[in-house]
């Protein structure tokens, strides 16, 4: 999907604070923001106000009250990709986003109350400066574009279909590698309607963060701003961006496309906010609900590796058909909570397919990725709540 990605944010509330109100602060969050196939968010916009959100992104939401303009400062392009035309959107698309801004969809996306343990803060000096403390409560989460994003894909891959190999001479083994020149009238058009879907999920990420500071607020009767629900980034991990990189000693431009990748720019870019220029680009890797995930720091390697990017979750061992046939939904979601884990879905049958064996071990591809060079671990976060579709 387009612009899946992920969004961490503080709080300045501990363990002991929202232990006995965890229960009905998940439960709030799951009536706040719809999940699972189908869910329609609590932004009502006419087709004429959605095509602004998909060239705005982020910053209509703030505009609409939405957020908190230093929101922009930490999310990846501030928000907004510049360049976005609605016009290169079918009207299906629109349709099918129209009432999806504030949703987390289904699949592997979640949204999750994280605890900070003392042992689990890898560089106490980085995650001081980013507001990090130990027993400290973070929210994280993870969606994209939706059906939007989808239907924007779907809609290009038959336009490259029909003029790939008669006008292009270009042949490829399977279908959904469809694709065209950069610069072709259809590579052009695609990559504008690209955009727009990167925008959606950016503003669907922004109103969700909103819809978060709403619930808290109320469970704990404080304003966001005294409960510390500050930023700390909003990272893509399904882009495509042209980017200026040193290539052979050279400095070009070129078209960095991450699927299933999250940019990890180094210390000094200036793509990279004020605030973490000198560390290096903040980076959220999501593990599975049973075991956690990371915050990292962008590093010189992975300038010099990788086009600026490192690795973006744990990945899965398993189909989701597998993992259904191995595990029961209501059983993990009992499971779990003996662990200490309240689990929220709308999907049994989706819970069991995220289980946490059906991923990879988290800790081995931090560090892997680590060992590599490409990426910094600052801290490893324990889910303790979660909103599942």
Known sequence: MINCGMRLVLTSLTYKDIQ????????????????GVGSKGFVKLTASEFKQVIEQGAKWCVEKGYGWKEDLEKTEENGCMQGADSKKVSDRAISRGLNQIGTLGSGNHYLEIQVVKEENIFDKEAA??????????VIMFHCGSRGFGHQVATDYLQKFLNVMQSKYEITILDRELACAPFN????KDYFSAMKCGINMSFANRQTILHRIREAFSKIFNSDAEKLGLRMVYDVAHNTAKLEKHNVNG?????????????????????????????????????????????????????????????????GRTMSRTQARRLWRGERLQKDMEQKGIYVRTTSFSGLAEEAGPAYKDIDEVIEATSIAGISKKVCKFKPVGNVKG
């Open 20 to 35: 006995p109100k965890l229960k009905l602060l998940v439960d709030n969050l799951f009536e706040r923001v719809p999940a």
């Open 128 to 137: 001081k400066k980013i507001g990090l403390f130990p027993e400290q409560i």
């Open 184 to 187: 072709s009238p259809e590579g």
């Open 250 to 314: 050279q400095e070009k431009e070129a078209l960095v496309h991450r699927k299933g990748a999250t940019r990890a720019f180094g210390p000094g870019r200036k793509e990279i906010c004020q605030e973490y220029r000198n560390l290096g680009q903040p980076v959220i890797i999501g593990g599975s609900m049973e075991t956690g995930s990371y915050l990292l720091l962008g590093t010189e390697g992975a300038m010099q590796k990788t086009f600026g990017s490192t690795a973006h979750g744990s």
